[in-house]
């Protein structure tokens, strides 16, 4: 079941990038059409190439917010909030963590998926 699109990137304009990438999140998120994930079948290289780009976007972000979160933090502590506040705060960017490493999971899921479908 090898019936990826030849086009190249460069031949989509920015709109469409940005369309199918957004498809690409929903149907990562399990919130495609049926008629969605067939388009995704018919767009095999640009469906990994976005899963690819995704994951790297998202492994940015765990890795910065981490490095944020430390500052905010200290920012909170020299401003005098309550260690409630703080805690409070910790605990939101715990919560935010978890479900983007979920997500992260889901992403490396439906890559291996796509890599299986073009490899047969």
Known sequence: MNN???????????DYLDSFKDLVIRDVKNES????????INN???WLYNLRVIRRDVEFQLSSNKAKNKIKVLEMKDEGYSNFDIESFITKQ???RINTI????????KTLYVKLVVGS
């Open 94 to 96: 715990n919560k935010w």
């Open 33 to 40: 059409t049926p008629e969605e994930k067939t388009h995704l």
């Open 44 to 46: 095999m290289d640009m």
């Open 102 to 109: 979920k997500f992260l999971t889901s992403i490396e899921r």
């Open 4 to 14: 990826q699109n030849t086009n190249t990137v460069d031949e989509f304009d920015s």
